[in-house]
């Protein structure tokens, strides 16, 4: 299997050149062509993800969201809701990758058979990466009116998280 793995992305390689050779393309200068005009789009992109990636990092040094955590836990415990999945329900919507930093701390924690492992999966896997979306996408083509986008996108990570909080337990 590891084989196959490590041959995929060459193989893929060598059936485009091959097309490209079949059908009469140069493709080395479309390569440079594509090259040329996705280094624009890139340098636009830039500035959208670091805008985002600075105001990710502001909120979470602030220590904003240990207050907000601290506010919702007697709420979170009186609906036996476990507090330990909330900041992947938080912050899945800002930054995929620090919903996996943080599920692989549960799993470290609590094992990945654990209702709290398990449930975080959930909500980790049925949820979306919506303001890292609108940021980078929206931003980069120049989209200002976000309003309505926004809103749907969050509104369907919050209702993906109450789905994974009331069937996670059913099955578990």
Do not use: C
Not at 2 to 12: A, G, L, N
Not at 16 to 40: H, Q, T
Not at 118 to 128: E, N, P, R
């Amino acid at each position: 299997m590891t084989t196959i793995s490590s041959m995929f992305i060459p193989i893929i390689v060598l059936v485009v050149i091959s097309y490209g050779v079949f059908r009469k393309i140069n493709v080395y200068d479309s390569f440079i062509n594509g090259a040329k005009e996705g280094l624009p789009m890139t340098i636009s992109m830039f500035f959208s993800l670091l805008a985002m990636i600075f105001g990710v990092n502001i909120f979470l040094n602030s220590g904003i969201i240990d207050y907000f955590f601290d506010f919702l836990k007697p709420i979170l415990v009186l609906l036996h809701i476990p507090v330990e999945v909330l900041p992947i329900a938080i912050m899945r919507p800002f930054s995929g990758s620090f919903g996996l930093a943080l599920l692989n701390d549960l799993y470290k924690v609590y094992g990945p058979d654990s209702l709290i492992s398990v449930l975080a999966s959930v909500i980790q896997g049925s949820s979306d990466t919506t303001i890292y979306i609108i940021t980078l996408y929206f931003g980069t083509i120049g989209i200002k009116k976000i309003k309505y986008a926004l809103w749907v996108g969050l509104l369907t990570d919050l209702f993906m998280v109450i789905v994974a909080l009331v069937i996670v337990p059913l099955f578990f």
